[in-house]
């Protein structure tokens, strides 16, 4: 029985996710990254449950990718896609205004919010690597798809509870989210080794890099509260590169 306990939190994030996909898709934004947060939080559980209860198996690893590929792929995504729209066209995204004759499905404009598909293709291709890459056991090859869901969603967030004319104006212009699609594609397949937040021990010498990144992160989330995400997700990449040790 405690062997299923990971799968059962598997599910959750797969139950978290799709319940964010509709909130998106609806253009609650916040509430979808309530759930995904939600789920966000059991895919790290289920790891962790895993490894206590030595309950690893090739079902348990596939199952956990598919959830990853709606809460930290497809919502992310979509959520872009919102994002974008609203940058582009001033209203969040209608299918069934896309092919519309007149107004405004009638112009190109009206596509081009689909840029933001692109992380859901690149999420789903990094994981199927992480799936066969025997390197990724200790350490991340590439950014993981969780950490650019937060950054994704940490977007919606700061729209909604740090209304600051200067930030609001730069995550909804169009030039930088489209150039922030294209970056966080690139960074989930990129050749980065980054490190991982699991602890063999708990001894401060072979996991200093470990707590000095959390201890900076929550320092950070109380100061800056939801614009801290961002700068915790490009201080993750930094350390990672610059903070060589054996144990990272």
Known sequence: MLKQIPNALTSLNLLCGCVALLFVVSGDLVTAAVFAGMGIVFDFFDGLAARLFDAHSAVGLQFDSLADMVTSGLVPGFVMVQLLSKAYTGAYFEIDQLFASQGWGSSLQSWLPLIGLLIVVASGYRLAKFNVDERQTDNFIGLPTPANTLLILSLTLILE????????????????????????????????????????????????????FLAFSLVSL??????????????????SLVWKDRTA
């Open 161 to 212: 509870f740090q209304d600051t004319q200067w930030v609001n104006e730069l995550i909804l212009n169009s030039w930088f989210l489209v150039g922030l699609t294209i970056v966080s594609s690139i960074l989930l397949n990129a050749e980065l080794p980054l490190f991982a937040l699991k602890f063999k021990t708990w001894d401060v010498k072979s996991n200093s890099k470990r707590y000095v």
């Open 222 to 239: 109380v100061l800056l509260k939801f614009l801290a995400i961002p700068l915790i997700i490009v201080v993750y990449i930094l350390v």
